[in-house]
Every structure is written in C-alpha cells, then in structure tokens.
Nanobody, 117 residues
C-alpha cells in the first residue's frame, strides 16, 4: 500500500512563502495524478493544484500566479510552492496520489498552513 507523508506547513505572515512536500512510500504502481487540496474550517475540501505524469497542471483560480505545483517522479514526491500568501490561504493542506483526481486515490494526513500577522 502507498503511504503519503507531508511536510512544510507552518505559520507565515501575509505575503510570505512556504513550500509543501509530499513523499510516497510503500508499494507504488503507476501514479498519473498528483494533487494538493485544502480544507479551511467550516468549508469543503477544494482542489488547489494538480499535475499529471506529463506535467500538465491545473490550478484553482484563487491561487493562479501565486502557487506552483511540481513533481519528482524518481522520488515519488510532489511539491507546492506557495508565494504571496494571504490569510484566506489558511487551511489544512492534503496531498493526493492516484490514477486521476476523479477517482479514489491515496491521501496524506494533512499539514496545517496558517497565514497571519
């Protein structure tokens, strides 16, 4: 089974940056889609960014131009570089690995990102 371990969350001031990482371990078969989701208190989980095996990317409108998703297939790792952070980016961020984001896959445990002065 695949296990995902996230790191890189924390507290940052508005306008600051953070880089999230999510590494997969265990029995890994073909993983096409890697993605980051987030869930703020009282809100539904939403897709932040996704990347396919051919490096095609998709971003939520709210993060376009500020966040960048990338992947290292050799290390089975996905990254989310977050710049110009805003208080409304505060949420628990979850990574996802799967065949596509439309099908069930494997989730990370979540990492807290708090943007506050």
């Amino acid at each position: 089974q695949v296990q995902l371990v996230e790191s890189g969350g924390g507290l940052v001031q508005p306008g600051g940056s953070l880089r999230l990482s999510c590494a997969a371990s265990g029995t890994i078969f073909r993983i096409n889609a890697m993605a980051w989701y987030r869930q703020a208190p009282g809100k539904q989980r939403e897709l932040v960014a996704a990347i396919t095996s051919d490096s095609s990317t998709n971003y939520a409108d709210s993060v376009k131009g500020r966040f960048t998703i990338s992947r290292d297939n050799a290390r089975n790792t996905v990254y989310l570089q977050m710049n110009s952070l805003k208080p409304e980016d505060t949420a628990v961020y979850y990574c996802f690995f799967g065949l596509t984001i439309s099908l069930p896959g494997t989730w990370g445990q979540g990492t807290q990102v708090t943007v506050s002065s």
